[in-house]
């Protein structure tokens, strides 16, 4: 049997979850920029998501998938800029991003991604 890992495991949810050779985040938002540009908020939630990579012992060229969600497709050039400014040419994961409503109001970005430990 594998063992399960959890990275800053809360009452509701872990920050991730590594399983199998695979590290699973939850679902990642801004904290500092919330209400900002949704560039903004892509840079801080990519900066947390490589905190947590490393934490796990991983970086961004190991992840696999991404998830985005973004509280309007409009924004989408927005949010690209931070990621491809973040992305490592080459390395990047397979992705999808969806436009939906978050949480709460001032979060317009949202991501989520699975990475090899």
Known sequence: MTDIQRIEPGPRMSEAVIHGGKIYTAGIVADKTVG??????????????????????????????????????ANFGQMNQAWDAWAVAGKTPARATVEAKLAAPGYDVEIMIEAAA
């Open 36 to 73: 900002k540009s949704v560039r903004e908020q892509t840079k801080e939630v990519l900066e947390q998501i490589d905190a947590i990579l490393a934490k796990a012992g991983s970086d961004k060229t190991r992840i696999l998938k991404a998830n985005i969600w973004l509280t309007d497709m």
